[in-house]
């Protein structure tokens, strides 16, 4: 990475007591299973995949996010596990039409106004909250899956904000929110 760039993303954080519940799942992934790269970032469902920006020009990025955040309120539904194999374990939004079409904009605002590509995965858009990744080695993962395969999770939070979160070195901020403006 050049020097003054740093990276970050867009997500929505849930809140509170929300956050707390899926962080104490995160870390129970690190306790029975040993998997801590999902606590380097709040609990979250990502947006827009981490991109590199500079920091000089983050008032450009300041602008035009707000001017991307002309979305009404709406409920995020969470609906038990799914997974990724053979890495990633995560916590399901149930489909969403709001949420598909919130990503959507955003992903084309970015794109056209900001010239950032590369927003989303190669599989697509896929909207979750993940509670294990990366460093849950393969067996892991499988005794893991076995655990959570069938086990129920749900809860469901007002969406009337989202974030762009920023890497400090070690882990991800919470940096700016962007409240909707309907």
């Known amino acids: 990475m050049k020097e003054g760039e740093f990276r970050y993303f867009l997500a929505i954080i849930p809140p509170e007591p929300l956050a707390s519940e899926l962080t104490a799942i995160k870390e129970s992934f690190v306790e029975k ?9 709040p609990a979250h469902i990502t947006l827009h995949m981490p ?3 500079k920091e000089r020009k983050e008032e450009r990025l ?3 996010l707000a001017q991307t955040s002309s979305f009404k309120p709406f409920t995020v539904e969470l609906d038990g596990f799914g997974a ?4 990633t374990i995560f916590i399901q939004p149930k489909a969403s039409q709001e949420l598909e079409a919130m990503n959507m904009e955003l992903l084309e605002a970015t794109k056209r106004k900001l010239n950032l590509f590369h927003a989303v995965h190669i599989g697509g858009v896929h909207p979750h909250v993940t509670v294990a990744f990366r460093d849950l080695r ?5 005794e ?3 655990e959570f395969e069938a086990k129920e999770f749900k809860a469901s939070f007002e969406v009337n904000s989202y974030w762009l979160l920023k890497h400090n070195g070690k882990t991800w ?10």
Do not use: C, G, H, I
């Open 173 to 182: 901020d919470a940096y700016k929110e962007f409240t909707f403006n309907p």
């Open 62 to 64: 300041f602008s035009v």
């Open 144 to 146: 893991a899956w076995k």
């Open 138 to 142: 393969k067996p892991m993962f499988y």
């Open 33 to 41: 299973y040993r998997s801590k790269a999902s606590l380097r970032s």
């Open 51 to 53: 991109f590199q920006w």
């Open 84 to 87: 990724f194999p053979p890495r």
